[in-house]
């Protein structure tokens, strides 16, 4: 195995661990968020999306 494939995996592992943490975190929906309005980050920007996140997420109503 070459060096550089003995030092790739653990670039990669560090990739999916920070995706993973974004994804808990919220930013990658953000992201995706801000991709899809076409908007630049912003605290105003970052209100809107968790408010609408948290709105949609407790204002329905839960069975059982």
């Known amino acids: 195995m070459s060096p550089a494939g003995k030092s790739s995996w653990p670039v990669k592992f560090s990739r999916l661990v920070l995706a993973t943490l974004r994804e808990i975190a919220d930013e990658g929906a953000y992201h ?24 949609a997420k407790y204002a329905r109503p839960k069975c059982c």
């Not at 991709?35 to 999306?49: C, I, K, N, V, Y």
């Open 32 to 55: 995706r968020h801000l991709a899809a309005l076409g908007e630049a980050p912003s605290s105003a920007e970052w209100r809107r999306f968790s408010e609408r996140r948290l709105l």
